[in-house]
């Protein structure tokens, strides 16, 4: 397989953190190139202030991998397709379900690979948990995805914006395991979404869905949790009760361990990419997006305690 030429558009945290190691690593690929506002960039890499510049210098870049905020990623997604490159989009995959059509339609008609990487679903118990679940009836689901907002989008504002999804940006993360393990569709019946009252987007989330198959699955988002962090989900079936721990990192059946291993996530999507890239085919599943769609659809609006990133903000 030749080695893909790969660029990185978009160099804050998630690019810093996961995304270039894993390329750093991974010899299916060479990290040709950096597109970030001011030039950011690792040392050693050629660096460029926007996606244009970065595609006129180096045109025999074969994919970009998107690491930008959501609201801009259609646009740079269609950019990039339009000038021939395959393209991997981090989560979510647009900030509307028609954005994310749209690039399908575009990726297929131009014969090039796209990839909605969801990448919860490459955590290590996630497989293990979703064969577990196949062989058993299924009674309830409780999804419990609660985090520190400071801790894990330091200053990210866009997270507050329309598009930015507040507390459903790491709470889609456990919708996308929920609708990988699950072997039926659920569809949301009411929810209540706590808005700070100087933000636009939910900083808590309250959801009760239901499958086909009647059986209950709710959901309960918050990233105003302090102490220990909370990516659990908790699936009820006729043989006991499988907890999937940490994200989708540990399995437990009736409180006992059962599947534990390193976490892979990004290497992971991008052996993915690579093999999705060498067989010119895309893998977009926008049903994790949907499901948030749904809850700005149908559920309840509550203004809550404005939030600020710290206690001196209020006074500045
Ligand atoms: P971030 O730290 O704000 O990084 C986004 C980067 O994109 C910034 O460097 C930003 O530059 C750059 N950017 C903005 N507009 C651009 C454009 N038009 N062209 C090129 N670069 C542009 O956000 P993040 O935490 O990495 O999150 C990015 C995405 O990854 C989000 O969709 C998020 O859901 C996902 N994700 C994040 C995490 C996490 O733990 N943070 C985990 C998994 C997935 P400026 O800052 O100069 O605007």
Sequence with gaps: MPVIKIAIVGFGKIARDQHYPALFDSPAYQLA???SPDGAG???????????????????????????????????????LARGKHVM???????TLNEVAALQRQAEKG??????AWHSRFAPAVEPARTWLDKR??????????????VWHPGQDWIWEPGGMGVFDPGING??????????????RKGVLEVPANRQTPIAADLYFESTDGYPVSAVFDSRQTGPQLWDIHVTTDEGRLTLSKGGSQMFVDGELQHEAEEREYPGLYQRF????????????????????????????RSVDPFYWNDLEPSE
């Design 89 to 95: 989009l981090e989560k979510p995959p647009g900030t």
């Design 137 to 150: 009836k299924v009674r309830s689901v409780d999804i419990q995805w609660k985090e520190d907002v400071r």
């Design 175 to 188: 919708l996308s395991i929920a609708t990988a393990i699950l072997g039926q569709p659920f569809f949301l």
């Design 274 to 301: 690579a093999e999705l890239v060498e067989s010119v085919g895309s893998e977009v599943d926008a049903t994790p997006l949907q499901h948030v769609a749904d809850a700005f659809l149908l559920s309840e609006r």
């Design 111 to 116: 014969g090039k690979t796209l990839f909605a």
């Design 42 to 80: 690792p040392e050693g890499v050629d660096r460029y202030d926007t996606l244009d510049a970065m595609l006129d210098a180096v045109p025999d870049i074969d994919a970009v991998t998107l690491c930008v905020p959501p609201s801009v990623r259609y646009v740079l997604a269609a950019k990039a």
């Design 33 to 35: 190139a950096v597109a």
